[in-house]
């Protein structure tokens, strides 16, 4: 089995997938470390990382760049979140995921926003054109923000995901991701009504995965939540270290050098 044929069979099993995001190679490669049987990256936290702010500003080069370096520590399938494709045209899309599949990604994600739900089927479509020219079985998971970005009414949200849903099947999606919804009601609907991998996002008053599985859902992403944590604790720790001088605020909870040292002391 494939790095690509992996992944797909990660989506296939009665516990959801569940995804820590990552932002780079050390964050990577301690959740593999963790026991991870996939790595997938969070855009906002790659784009804050490198000093951009999370919403298409970020180059799909760096991003690509990013990608290359996560896969060369990690031997677990890697799934990138690729935003809108950093493109309102499809065939610059497909050009743009050319070079993570030159990386070795085995799957994306990419989001419809506030755009035509035509507009994201035209891009999966020419995803779907360029893998195929790869040899690639491309997980491409359609994201879509009619929750997030609250498109609709609350009552009309689920039957709008839905049809989505079903858009994004035929042109090639390989997966759907609704992030920002809670209600198990909902979850349930939608995924009893699509034929693609239900995946949600990590929220305040959303059920634990075994309840999501009971519930339909193959997949569950942290999001930015690791990310945040992380940085809130640096934060924490160097405004410590900032009034006081005082040393030993670093001596609670690190991570101990030889451990990261030995996580990279072997890369690809």
Do not use: C
Request: glycine residues 8%; proline residues 5%.
């Amino acid at each position: 089995m494939n790095t690509d044929e992996k992944f797909i069979s990660l989506h296939r099993q009665s516990r959801p997938l569940i995804l820590p995001n990552a932002w780079d190679a050390a964050s990577a490669k301690i959740i593999e470390d963790l026991g991870a049987p996939a790595i997938a990256t969070t855009s906002a936290g790659v784009a804050w990382s490198l000093g951009y702010p999370d919403g298409y500003k970020m180059d799909a080069a760096l991003n690509a760049q990013v990608a290359g370096n996560i896969a060369r520590v990690i031997s677990v399938p890697l799934s990138v979140d690729f935003e809108n494709g950093y493109s309102d045209d499809p065939l610059t899309v497909a050009a743009n995921v050319k070079m993570l599949l030159d990386a070795g990604v085995a799957g994306i994600n990419i989001e419809d926003g506030r755009d035509s739900p035509d507009l994201l089927a035209r891009k999966i479509e020419a995803i779907r054109n360029v893998a195929e020219n790869y040899g690639s079985k491309l997980y491409i998971n359609a994201r879509t923000d009619v929750y997030l970005a609250s498109l609709l009414p609350d009552e009309e949200r689920a039957a709008e995901v839905i049809r989505r849903g079903k858009q994004y099947a035929a042109a090639g999606a390989s997966g759907l991701f609704v992030p920002v919804i809670v209600n198990g009601e909902e979850i349930a609907n939608i995924a009893d009504n699509t034929t693609l991998p239900l995946n949600v996002m990590a929220m305040p008053g959303l059920p634990k995965a075994d309840r999501l599985a009971d519930l339909g859902v193959k997949r569950l992403s942290a999001g930015t939540g690791v990310s945040q944590l992380v940085w809130q604790t640096a934060a924490s720790a160097a405004k410590a270290f900032l009034e006081d001088g005082d040393s030993d605020v670093f001596s609670e909870n690190a991570m101990p050098i030889g451990k990261l040292q030995g996580l990279f002391s072997v890369g690809k």
